[in-house]
C-alpha cells in the first residue's frame, strides 16, 4: 500500500494501545504462580480448539479484533494483574475498570470474542475455564493470527475478585507521559527498556482516538501549533481526519498508515519516517535510552519477534490469581457471589 495513499485516508473507529517505555530491571518479583500449557487437558480437552475457532470466527467478521484483544489484554494484566478484573460489568454499588476513563474507548469486540468463547466452554466444559486464561489464549491466537509471532500461554489463572475504577486510573499510562514518567511507571511493575519497546509494537496494528494525539497538531507549542517532528503529510491528513474530534470524539486513525492490519515491524520503520502518531511513539526514537532498540527492530523483525513473544510470555504472568485468590467466573463480566446473591 502506497504512503500517499494511505496518509490522507486516516480515519475510523479507535483501538488505541498506548504503550510506553521503561529502564532498568525494577523491583523483584514474587514468585510466578506454576502455570502449564497443558492445564486444561483432561478438564476441558478442547479448550483451545474452541477459543482458536472463536477468534477465529470473530476476525473474520471484525478485522479490529485482534488490536482491540491485544489492547484489553495489557490494560488488564497492568491494573491488578491478568485476571479478567477489566471484563466485570458496574453496578449500582461499584464502578468497574471498564468504566474508568482509560478504558472507555476499549473495544467492544475485544470483549465480545472472550464472552462468546466462555459461553462455549461453559456448554462444554462448565465451572472449569477461568475467563483471564481465554483472555490471554485468545490474545496470542489473535496476534498469530494476523503475522505475528506465536508464543507460549501457560493456563491456570484464576479471576480476579475485584474490580474498581480508581485502580484503573492509577495503573494505566498515559499517551502524554515524560520518558522519565513513562521509564518510572514501567520499571514500577518490573519491565525493563527493552521489553517496553518491544510491547510498543503493538501499536503496528490498531487505532488511536484523535484526542490522544491532536496536541501534536494544533497546540504544540505557543510559536508552532503542529509538532516539526511529525512528517507534514501525515500531520495534513490527521488535521483533516480529526478537524470536529471534539463534537466526535470516536474519529480516529490508524497507529501504522502503512500496514495497519498487518503485525509486522513497520511500526519501527514508521517512527523513523516521522510517522509515529503519539507523543509516547515518537520519543521512542528521540530518546538514548530507546533509540538503539527502535533501530533495531526496524531492521531485524525477527529480532522484534523474539524480543515481543517474551515479553507478552511475561506480561501473561503479570498478578496472577491462584488459590484462594480468585474464581473460576460463570460469567466474565459478574462476580459468581453476585450471581448467586
Do not use: W
Not at 82 to 98: G, M, T, Y
Not at 265 to 291: C, E, F, H, I, V
Amino acid at each position: 500500500m502506497a504512503m500517499a495513499a494511505t496518509l490522507p485516508a486516516l480515519l475510523v473507529l479507535c483501538i488505541a494501545f498506548p504503550l510506553t517505555l521503561t529502564s532498568a530491571a525494577g523491583p523483584a518479583q514474587p514468585p510466578l504462580p506454576v502455570l502449564t500449557e497443558d492445564y486444561y487437558a483432561k478438564t476441558c480437552p478442547d479448550f483451545q480448539k474452541i477459543v482458536r475457532e472463536t477468534v477465529t470466527d470473530k476476525q473474520s467478521e471484525k478485522p479490529v479484533t485482534a488490536a482491540g484483544t491485544l489492547r484489553l489484554f495489557f490494560h488488564d494484566c497492568m491494573v491488578t494483574g491478568c485476571d479478567a478484573s477489566l471484563l466485570i460489568s458496574s453496578n449500582h454499588v461499584n464502578k468497574a475498570e471498564r468504566d474508568a476513563d482509560p478504558n472507555l474507548s476499549l473495544s467492544g469486540d475485544a470483549f465480545d470474542v472472550v464472552r462468546k468463547a466462555k459461553t462455549t466452554l461453559e456448554l462444554t466444559c462448565p465451572g472449569v475455564v477461568s475467563c483471564s486464561d481465554i483472555l490471554a489464549e485468545a490474545t496470542r491466537d489473535l496476534v498469530t493470527m494476523v503475522g505475528g509471532p506465536f508464543y507460549k500461554v501457560k493456563l491456570g489463572r484464576l479471576d480476579g475478585r475485584v474490580s474498581k475504577a480508581e485502580l484503573a486510573d492509577a495503573n494505566l499510562p498515559r499517551t502524554n507521559q515524560t520518558m522519565d514518567e513513562m521509564i518510572k511507571f514501567f520499571e514500577s511493575k518490573g519491565f525493563t527498556v527493552q521489553e517496553m519497546v518491544a510491547l510498543s509494537g503493538a501499536h503496528t496494528i490498531g487505532f488511536s482516538h484523535c484526542k490522544e494525539f491532536t496536541g501534536r497538531l494544533f497546540n504544540y507549542n505557543k510559536t508552532t501549533p503542529t509538532d516539526p517532528d511529525m512528517h507534514p503529510k501525515l500531520a495534513e491528513g490527521l488535521k483533516r481526519t480529526c478537524a470536529n474530534f471534539i463534537q466526535d470524539p470516536s474519529m480516529s486513525a490508524f497507529n501504522d498508515p502503512i500496514t495497519p492490519g498487518k503485525f509486522d515491524n513497520m511500526y519501527y520503520q514508521n517512527l523513523k519516517r516521522r510517522l509515529g502518531l503519539l507523543t509516547s511513539d515518537n520519543a521512542l526514537l528521540k530518546d538514548p535510552r530507546t533509540k538503539p532498540l527502535v533501530e533495531l527492530y526496524a531492521t531485524n523483525q525477527q529480532a522484534f519477534f523474539d524480543a515481543f513473544s517474551k515479553v507478552m510470555e511475561k506480561l501473561s504472568f503479570y498478578g496472577v490469581k491462584t488459590g484462594k485468590d480468585g474464581e473460576v467466573r460463570r460469567r466474565c463480566d459478574t462476580f459468581n457471589d453476585v450471581i448467586t446473591s
